[in-house]
């Protein structure tokens, strides 16, 4: 179907290019809870009327949470008669006096550094605005944040946690934790009820190109705004003032170097223990299989829990990305649909590969090196974050218009 003839069943739409696939096609006018879809590949452009700014302000109130949620009590245990209480700061401090810096740094990154920056960021926004700031720059950061927060995720490590040490000792809850929990869902909901592509045009506002006008084979669709139109004369996008390409630069060579770097960091993961446990002066060591065998004796849903996570999503990462790549270069036609659907689904799962890490962190600060009881983080801590981290990145690095290229045979078709 030509964009002619939906020009003329919508004559008061807009031009819109899709962000996923490319393909040009006329938006017609939406109302305030209304979703628009591309055509082809079905991916949602536009989104209806989200929460205002002044809503995503007044949640801020998380900040107030913060440092009960961080430094107050999670789980307590009573180890040989020893009361330790668990804190998310304290793992996490446990974890880099062990040596493990770059492992903790990836751990308080997602746990305390991006929920953190969201907050102040949706507050830089607020009150920016009236102090006549630059808000272009955080609206950038505030697209790319929101995968890293992972304070659900956490909150599944910390049940994970609880059922490891239980074999140990008695595990109770502490006070922090109705904190933490409310912080989680009042971020979750943030997440939800956040368009960044409404805040662009709340304070960026930008005329759309309307049907009619020449050049629209030059129109382009910034990836970071989410805005169509034409490169201004520097070549930028005219709304957020980021380069305004065909397609991303170097996008092939990054995501296939994120992904080459993440299989060579898998083989260490997974062959050298990520958890070391002293007990009684015998040395035990778990690499992440036997780990899950060793918890599945006690548990076997939440040894399921944790095979997903950190075996079975890395790797099905690493597969449909080696796929999808080679599919780019050897511009592969057939089976567009179940390509789309499995870079989604990716893009969904990734960040759950982050659950052992937190597991581990939990652990450290339950169970002190001093005790009978010890625990410390392996030296596969490092490469499995560090590849959990690279898949993340080939997947943000993919240009997913590229699949299309070999596919379309003009841009201004829908299929």
Request: hydrophobic residues 50%; charged residues 15%; glycine residues 6%.
């Amino acid at each position: 179907m030509k964009i002619t003839a939906i020009h003329d069943a919508f004559p008061s739409g807009q031009y819109q290019r899709c962000p996923e696939c490319d393909v040009l096609f006329i938006l017609p006018p939406l109302g305030d809870n209304q979703n628009a879809c591309c055509p082809r590949c079905q991916a949602k452009v536009v989104r209806g009327h989200d929460w205002s700014m002044t809503r995503l302000a007044a949640l801020a109130v998380t900040l107030l949470l913060m440092p009960f949620a961080y430094t107050e009590p999670l789980i307590s245990i009573r180890l040989l008669g020893t009361p330790i209480r668990d804190s998310l700061l304290q793992g996490i401090w446990q974890m880099a006096l062990q040596g493990n810096i770059i492992t903790a740094s990836m751990v308080a990154f997602c746990t305390v550094g991006a929920p953190v920056t969201l907050v102040f960021t949706l507050l830089y926004l607020y009150f920016g605005q009236r102090l006549g700031l630059n808000l272009r720059p955080v609206l950038l950061m505030l697209h790319r944040l929101k995968e890293w927060v992972m304070l659900d995720i956490y909150l599944v490590g910390m049940a994970v946690a609880s059922i490891k040490v239980k074999d140990y000792a008695d595990v109770t809850t502490g006070l922090g934790l109705t904190a933490y929990v409310i912080l989680t869902l009042l971020t979750i909901l943030t997440l939800i009820k956040l368009n960044t592509g409404q805040l662009w045009q709340h304070f960026f506002p930008q005329p759309a190109p309307r049907p009619g006008m020449p050049l629209t084979g030059a129109l382009r669709v910034c990836l970071n705004c989410r805005f169509t139109g034409l490169p201004d004369v520097r070549g930028r996008c005219p709304r957020c003032h980021t380069p305004l390409s065909h397609r991303r630069r170097h996008s092939l060579q990054k995501a296939w170097a994120a992904l080459i770097a993440a299989i060579i960091m898998l083989i260490p993961a997974n062959m050298l223990p990520i958890s070391i446990i002293y007990l009684n002066g015998s040395r035990n060591q778990d690499t992440i299989m036997s780990g899950i065998l060793s918890l599945a004796q006690g548990n076997v849903a939440v040894a399921a829990i944790v095979f997903i996570a950190s075996i079975l999503v890395p790797f099905i990462k690493i597969i449909v990305l080696f796929t999808l790549l080679l599919s780019i270069h050897f511009k592969v036609r057939h089976g567009m649909k179940t390509r789309v659907r499995l870079l989604r689904f990716v893009i969904w799962i990734g960040r759950w590969s982050m659950l052992d890490l937190f597991v581990i962190s939990i652990t450290l600060s339950l169970v002190d090196r001093d005790q009978l009881l010890a625990f410390t983080l392996g030296p596969a801590g490092f490469y499995f974050g560090s590849a959990v981290i690279l898949t993340i990145l080939a997947v943000e690095w993919l240009d997913s218009r590229l699949l299309w290229d070999a596919h379309a045979t003009h841009a201004d078709y829908t299929d």
